[in-house]
């Protein structure tokens, strides 16, 4: 099971739960904001959240991780190039929207699937570049979903004007993820509402 939680700090940002419905486990991927809202919805459907996510660096998408991290004792993952983002408030773009914010204690993936202890769902790990250097898209493929932070959108390509960004590694990426997965996979975006890797080839 898949649910979307739009939370806002700054800018409005799309925050998943990938929960087994057998065994109530799953992930929690880009906490952007309203920590307290996210661990209400935990502790009200009664989860066990045991891993967090993270697409990239940037704040909208990492703003509520040390708040949950605390409450639920849990690691959170990202790519090995997160540190320059993550603990830098300019590349972050903390700097430019709320001021300096940076995020330690964050582990880095570095195979490529990550598995939950109590139960079989994993995710295939896809590094997708271009809106920053350290952007991972999560693959579910038994959820026929894809998580792909801000690569893209529903109506367009991923912004590509902050520092650490490339157009050019965009494009790339893009090009790579439609054509690894099933037509019928679901593309769950940062900031819009899903599409099928099908309708986005149509594009």
Not at 80 to 107: F, Q, T
Not at 137 to 154: R, T, W
């Amino acid at each position: 099971m898949i649910r979307i939680l739009p939370v806002t700090d700054y800018f409005q940002v799309n925050t998943y739960f990938i929960i087994d419905e057998t065994t109530r486990s799953g992930f929690l991927i880009d906490p952007g904001a309203q920590a307290d809202l996210i661990l209400k919805i935990i502790k009200e459907n009664k989860w066990n959240i045991e891993k967090i996510l993270l697409t990239h660096g940037h704040f909208d998408h990492t703003g509520a991780v040390e708040k949950i991290q605390n409450a639920l004792n849990i690691p959170a993952y990202a790519s090995k190039k997160a540190d320059n983002y993550l603990l830098n408030p300019m590349l972050n773009l903390s700097k430019l929207c709320v001021g300096d914010r940076i995020l330690e204690n964050i582990n880095k993936i570095d195979t490529p699937i990550i598995t939950l202890n109590t139960s079989d769902i994993h995710c295939k790990i896809l590094e997708t570049p271009g809106h920053s250097q350290d952007s991972l898209s999560y693959y579910f493929p038994q959820e026929s979903a894809v998580i792909v932070g801000d690569l893209f959108y529903q109506h367009g390509l991923g912004l590509t004007h902050f520092p650490g960004s490339d157009i050019d590694q965009l494009k790339e990426s893009i090009k790579m993820l439609l054509s690894k997965l099933p037509d019928e996979t679901i593309i769950y975006s940062g900031h819009s509402t899903p599409i099928t890797i099908f309708q986005q080839k149509q594009n």
